[in-house]
């Protein structure tokens, strides 16, 4: 079956500019999660979804990160007014129901800011 | 809180020669434990996990792990690498805490296989 895929693979934006990274989980998977990856702090973890409780936020770095997840599938991380600091690599994965069932990468979003 | 230590940065190794990878781990629960090889332009793929049980974890693509809960230590083993095996490893952590199995990564090791 199809993998994690996430769109687009290449973000280049100005500073300033609000940008939607978009993230389509595996088929049946409730566990949905977004990380980020960049020279300078390596991978973080940024928000967790699971079901339709409330999503764990705390590895958003600023109030300008946001993310939903409607329906309980399809992911969108939303960040406003981007900086140069916020150029990195964006993951999503996701899982099955369990804690520590085998997170399934996709292939990321390289967002550029200039 | 928990963390992760990869000490070495990068590897260098000949093909066919064996290789270890180190991973300490710090933490106050009782941990599950990860390895992602991530080859270059692409996602992060799991190689092997620990869970519980035997200590000795055997992954894809001939990678073995032992988990040494008084080292706090899970090195990534290979007795013979391949030229393909070239890519950056990521040793991983995550806790049966209630909020999820959210990943605390170390900050990778590129293993870099010569001929």
């Known amino acids: 079956g199809a993998g994690v895929s996430q769109s687009p693979s290449n973000k280049v934006t100005e500073k300033g500019k609000d940008v939607e990274l978009r993230c389509d989980p595996i088929s049946g998977h409730t566990a949905l999660y977004w990380y980020r990856q960049s020279l300078g702090q390596g991978l973080e973890f940024l928000i967790y979804f699971q079901g339709n409780s409330a999503p764990d936020k705390s590895g958003l770095p600023s109030d300008r990160f946001s993310a939903e997840r409607t329906g309980g599938s399809v992911s969108t991380l939303t960040i406003q007014r981007t900086q140069q600091e916020d150029s990195a690599v964006y993951l999503c994965?996701?899982?099955?129901?369990?804690?520590?069932?085998?997170?399934?990468f996709g292939p990321g979003t390289r967002l550029t800011v200039l | 809180a928990q963390s992760v230590t990869q000490l070495d940065s990068q590897v260098p190794v000949f093909e066919e020669a064996p290789v270890e990878l180190r991973c300490n781990y710090s933490s106050s629960v009782s941990v599950y434990l990860f390895w992602y090889v991530q080859y270059p332009n692409q996602g992060l793929q799991l190689l092997l996990k620990y869970l519980s049980g035997s200590t000795l974890v055997k992954g894809i693509n001939g990678f073995e792990a032992e988990f040494n809960k008084s080292q706090t230590s899970f090195h990534l083993r290979k007795p013979s690498v391949h030229i393909s095996d070239t890519a950056e490893y990521f040793c991983?952590?995550?806790?049966?805490?209630?909020?999820?199995?959210?990943?605390?990564f170390g900050t990778g090791t590129q293993l870099k296989v010569e001929l």
């Open positions: 994965a996701s899982s099955s129901l369990g804690s520590y069932n085998e997170q399934f």
């Open positions: 991983a952590v995550s806790s049966d805490t209630g909020g999820g199995n959210k990943l605390t």
